[in-house]
Nanobody
């Protein structure tokens, strides 16, 4: 599967952005989809993930209540709605995909994902 992330940009603190990740190839509805980010000088970290049908989600603590992960299996696209952005959210955001059985726990570890998008830069100005 190939992934194409988009939607990044420059936004003021307190603002919102919606990232999209479009998939091609593979069977999208069988994929767990994750979002990771890498801030300048830091390691890449888990942000959010969603299960195959979109009924379960995982978030890192720092984005809970501000970010919302969703997917449209017909459009083969996953979304990350980001609200109340702060300078701490400045990073390159990557979408990632992995297959799994429908009842499996949502993976949070990078090593569990085997397809990655190219990243989209989010810059939050304070």
């Amino acid at each position: 599967v190939q992934l194409q992330a988009s939607g990044g940009g420059l936004v003021q603190a307190g603002g919102s952005l919606r990232l999209s990740c479009a998939a091609s190839g593979g069977t999208f509805s069988r994929l767990f989809m994750g979002w990771f980010r890498q801030a300048p000088g830091k390691e890449r970290e888990f942000v959010a993930a969603i299960n195959r049908g979109g009924s379960r989600r995982e978030y890192t603590d720092s984005v809970k209540g501000r970010f919302a992960n969703s997917r449209d299996n017909d459009k083969k696209t996953v979304y990350l709605q980001m609200n109340s952005l702060t300078s701490e959210d400045t990073a390159v955001y990557y979408c990632a995909a992995t297959s799994g059985i429908i009842s499996a726990p949502i993976p949070r570890e990078e090593r569990r994902y085997d397809a990655w998008g190219q990243g989209t830069l989010v810059t939050v100005s304070s």
